[in-house]
């Protein structure tokens, strides 16, 4: 009798202190990703007259997605669903129902672990906004934001890591490449195609009006993601360290391969190159960062800044689509590259820390293509509905004449810049 209790209270959860102290910090370097990371980003990226519309967006984005991750955001995503677990969970913990400061999420406060998924979920619909930046009405940005993070986001970070069906057939997604990056890059597609191009876009000149607010706010994502990669590991262990190591070299490798290439065909390597080359190589590695080794992460990120600089050179173009800050190109194709590259070089021949049972390369890697594909339907088939729905209701686009004048102005009375 005094064995069987004290193997129950082995078996219970208990707190500890170094695992919640980092996932604290690792929560604020996520949120500093989003504000003011992602906002500068984007915000440098586009034109002077759309440059506070951006950083609106975002930071409205992050504010309301908060709201709505703490009403039913968290109980849908990582509860039990019941009958329909394996696409959605239930509402036992809704308004954040049940949960005190003696709650606990493995070894750390179930107040830590909710508030560090919130940043993920505020960070992935505001990278949407990329896709279709410089065009969309404000109220629209927000109704369109809310409506897929309940349809959207919620189902698919069920799926992944909640408990659904994508985590019982053993997909792999250490940080978010299903769950973030192909999820926002399909959504931000789909977005930029309904929209249609901006007005002049191909034919006058739409240069990122300030490259150092890009460049500060790609270092910002660059520092921050350590939060996000390394943070996923919800401990302070040796996971933590290789998903730590993998993080820097993947992106510093694809860093390189992007202005190199660029200098190839270009003739010059661009600050716009080598931050775009950051965040391609960051992406790849969100899913794999904690399953392969370092060489991995090089190549990983290597190959996917390569086929990024293609999709966002070419791919666009001779689609026709007008992505305006190549979410698509960058977090949609990267993502890809990075779910699926995962089942690749997790393998121990390679230096990734091996498979389960049973698993071996080939039937890692088709779970992985599985994985993707059903994010991409989900997101592509629910993101079209509901710009749809938003269109019929509100309307998705600003009028010509609030275009050509900028949204600064037209949706919110302000100006970035009095020169």
């Given at each position: 009798?005094v064995?069987?209790?004290v ?13 919640t ?5 690792a ?6 990703m ?6 500068l980003?984007y ?15 975002v930071?409205?984005?992050?504010a309301m997605v908060s709201v ?9 995503a990582f ?10 969970g239930g ?11 003696d ?7 179930e107040?830590v ?11 992935t619909?505001?990278l ?9 009405k404000?109220?629209?940005?927000l109704?369109?934001i809310?409506?897929?993070v ?6 698919v ?11 019982d057939?053993?997909a ?5 490449g299903?769950v973030?990056?192909?999820n926002a890059g399909?959504?931000a597609?789909?977005?930029a ?7 002049g876009?191909?034919?006058e000149a739409m240069?990122?009006h300030?490259?150092v607010?890009?460049?500060i ?10 939060g ?7 401990a302070?262990d040796?996971?933590?360290g ?30 716009l ?10 992406v ?8 392969v ?14 086929v990024s600089f ?5 791919l666009?173009?001779k689609l026709?689509?007008?992505d305006?800050?190549?979410?698509f190109g960058?977090h949609?194709?990267s993502?890809?590259i990075g779910?699926?590259?995962?089942g ?6 390679l230096?990734?820390v ?12 088709t779970?992985?293509?599985i994985?993707?594909?059903v994010?991409?339907l989900?997101?592509g088939?629910?993101?079209?509905i ?6 019929v ?5 600003v009028?010509e ?8 102005t ?7 810049y009095?020169?």
């Amino acid at each position: 009798m005094v064995a069987e209790v004290v193997a129950t209270e082995a078996a219970a959860p208990t707190l500890d202190g170094g695992n919640t102290a980092w996932m604290i910090m690792a929560t604020i370097l996520v949120l500093l990703m989003i504000i003011p990371g992602l906002a500068l980003f984007y915000g440098g990226l586009v034109r002077t007259k759309n440059m506070l519309s951006v950083l609106m967006q975002v930071f409205v984005i992050t504010a309301m997605v908060s709201v709505i991750w703490a009403v039913y955001g968290y109980s849908f995503a990582f509860t039990d669903g019941g009958s329909l677990n394996g696409y959605i969970g239930g509402g036992s913990k809704a308004f954040l129902a049940g949960i005190t400061p003696d709650s606990l999420s493995g070894s750390i406060p179930e107040y830590v672990f909710l508030t560090f998924q919130l940043t993920f979920a505020a960070i992935t619909p505001a990278l949407i906004v990329g896709g279709f930046a410089e065009r969309m009405k404000f109220s629209a940005v927000l109704a369109f934001i809310a409506l897929w993070v309940t349809f959207v986001y919620l189902p698919v970070a069920h799926m992944v890591w909640g408990g659904g069906v994508l985590a019982d057939l053993g997909a792999k997604d250490f940080a978010g490449g299903t769950v973030v990056h192909i999820n926002a890059g399909i959504a931000a597609l789909i977005g930029a195609i309904l929209l249609g191009k901006r007005i002049g876009y191909g034919k006058e000149a739409m240069t990122p009006h300030s490259m150092v607010m890009t460049m500060i706010g790609a270092s910002l994502l660059w520092v921050g993601w350590f939060g996000f990669n390394v943070g996923s590991e919800l401990a302070a262990d040796g996971t933590a360290g290789l998903a730590l190591i993998n993080t820097q070299l993947a992106t510093g490798s694809a860093v390189m391969a992007w202005i190199f290439i660029e200098w190839l065909a270009r003739g010059k390597p661009s600050m716009l190159g080598g931050a775009s080359g950051a965040v391609a190589g960051l992406v790849a590695i969100t899913p794999a960062c904690g399953f392969v080794g370092p060489m991995g992460a090089i190549l990983l990120g290597f190959v996917a800044s390569l086929v990024s600089f293609w999709a966002v050179t070419s791919l666009k173009g001779k689609l026709g689509y007008d992505d305006s800050l190549d979410v698509f190109g960058i977090h949609g194709i990267s993502g890809i590259i990075g779910a699926i590259g995962t089942g690749i070089f997790m393998s121990t021949s390679l230096g990734g820390v091996g498979y389960a049972e049973g698993v071996t390369m080939s039937s890692q890697v088709t779970v992985q293509a599985i994985a993707v594909g059903v994010t991409i339907l989900w997101a592509g088939v629910i993101s079209f509905i509901l710009y749809k729905v938003v269109d019929v209701l509100i309307g998705l686009r600003v009028s010509e004449e609030s275009e050509r004048e900028g949204l600064d102005t037209t949706e919110h009375g302000e100006r970035a810049y009095h020169l």
